[in-house]
């Protein structure tokens, strides 16, 4: 696993708690609830690649 993906799953929820707490704040609570709602979308997305090589170690280690 690369550091910078760390890097960027990090900043990414910095940046929507940030948002976040400014939406709540003003009032705006669904909007606050749909920019985390993005930002796990957007998360997922620089995971998935992590993701399916995690599947294929599996199914290599156990021959599936």
Do not use: C, H, P, W
Not at 48 to 61: A, G, P, R, Y
């Amino acid at each position: 696993m690369n550091v910078d993906l760390i890097f960027q799953v990090a900043g990414v929820g910095i940046v929507v708690a940030v948002i976040n707490q400014l939406l709540s704040r003003a009032g705006r609570d669904e909007q606050a609830l749909l920019v985390t709602i993005a930002g796990l979308v957007v998360v997922l997305f620089l995971l998935t690649e992590e993701i399916s090589d995690l599947f294929n170690n599996i199914k290599q280690i156990f021959g599936l």
